[in-house]
């Protein structure tokens, strides 16, 4: 599967506490760099939101949908 190499980075940017920043723009490069798409950057904010707080959720044993 085409996404299998860039998930490891992904995990270790959510394991190692990275902001949301950090992993929109790294989630950028992979869509323009990787992928060659054309995205705003923008777009991603929501999913690299989602991403960063999965650390918080998994360490206080929450989780939300």
Known sequence: D???GDLPQVYR???DAAGAAAIGDHLH???TETMG???ARNRLTPIAERLASLRAQH???TASG
């Open 13 to 15: 940017l959510v394991r």
């Open 2 to 4: 085409e996404y299998h």
């Open 29 to 31: 490069r992979i869509e």
């Open 37 to 39: 798409l054309t995205t």
């Open 59 to 61: 360490l206080s044993g």
